[in-house]
């Protein structure tokens, strides 16, 4: 299903979505900043403090089979149950982000 | 002569349960482009994911001022273990149409809790790039 994301800055510094699976689509990220955010990506020295200014996001494409909560998010101990082998994922400290 | 074969207890992966999985994605970047994870799979419980085949591009499309390192990578992140890239396009290049392309077959099997997803970087200033990547797999049960 398509989704739009909130970005992230994951535990190995990249950014991204933080979710065990998705996948980009191109000419998606808003909001497009001049110098910040192009549609497609972040700028090299793009910091936190622009991430909670700009708060950007992207569209991703993730699995149908995801399990869906009374609120139409994804469920979070569901989704913890589903990748419980990942040691970030399956953890209660994880929560899925809320899509729109 | 006798032959003998090894009698089988388990179906084969393709046979089991499957499903395919297939990650695509092609980017321009306009100038210098932070590291981005462009797509992620981590194989859930109780199912692996056998990668037949995954393929990186990049070409430069206009020239920067100056050319910084750009590159396109998968990496693997083992569960519970450190992320290792294990395909990298590097490139240092400014000449427009500039381009590197690798394709590979059959290459890992994610297990349960692994962790393989598609990055590119570019730390030019000025000019832009073109990054097409993907992967191909069957996910199955474990």
Known sequence: ?100 | MRLYTTPKTTAAYYDRNPTSKAFNSKFTNGGPTASTNRSTYTAPTGRKLHVELIWLTHQRLTAAAPVGEWQASIHFTPSGDGLQPIVTLIDESNNVAEKEQIVIGHCTLVLPGDQINQNEIDASTGGTILNASGMKGTEFDA
Do not use: C
């Open chain 1, 1 to 100: 299903m398509l989704k739009r994301a909130p970005i992230a800055k994951l535990p190995t510094g990249a950014w991204g979505v933080d979710l065990p699976t998705y996948q980009m689509l191109p000419e998606s990220f808003l909001p497009v900043t001049p110098g910040k955010i192009s549609p497609n990506g972040l700028v090299a020295n793009f910091s936190d403090a622009d991430l909670a200014l700009l708060a950007p996001t992207v569209l991703v494409e993730i699995p149908d089979n995801w399990p869906i909560d009374d609120t139409a998010q994804l469920h979070t101990e569901k989704l913890r149950a589903l990748y419980k082998e990942h040691p970030r994922f399956g953890s209660r400290n994880w929560r899925p982000p809320l899509l729109t």
